[in-house]
Nanobody
Framework: QVQLVESGGGLVQPGGSLRLSCAASGNDFSIYALAWYRQAPGKQRELVAAITSGGRINYPDSMKGRFTISRDNAKNTVYLQMNSLKPEDTAVYIC???????????WGQGTQVTVSS
């Protein structure tokens, strides 16, 4: 059982940067694989980045180069550093945590990122 709370979203100009945080409550944070997804209006939810319980990172090809995922197990937090933001990055960004022992996952409520002049 884990609860996820995202923060760090907001309004940013094209080319700007944001760092999103997802703080988890509960035990055994280190066994969770973590991921950031995003969902724009009228579009499917898509994977932005993922990091395993062992720290291995994966980005879809379309996301490579501008986004960086990291985790701090001591703080029960996963981060998404977003650079060179574009208007098409506008979306709700949602954190997901997968318990790799029980193979169950949990979703946060999301944080809005708006990239606009």
């Amino acid at each position: 059982q884990v609860q996820l709370v995202e923060s760090g979203g907001g309004l940013v100009q094209p080319g700007g940067s944001l760092r999103l945080s997802c703080a988890a409550s509960g035990n055994d944070f280190s066994i969770y694989a973590l991921a950031w997804y995003r969902q724009a209006p009228g579009k499917q939810r898509e994977l932005v980045a993922a990091i395993t319980s062992g720290g291995r990172i994966n980005y879809p090809d379309s996301m490579k180069g501008r986004f960086t995922i990291s985790r701090d197990n001591a703080k029960n937090t996963v981060y998404l550093q977003m650079n060179s933001l574009k208007p098409e990055d506008t979306a709700v960004y949602i954190c997901n945590a997968l318990n790799t022992e029980r193979w169950t996952d949990f979703w946060g409520q999301g944080t809005q990122v708006t990239v606009s002049s």
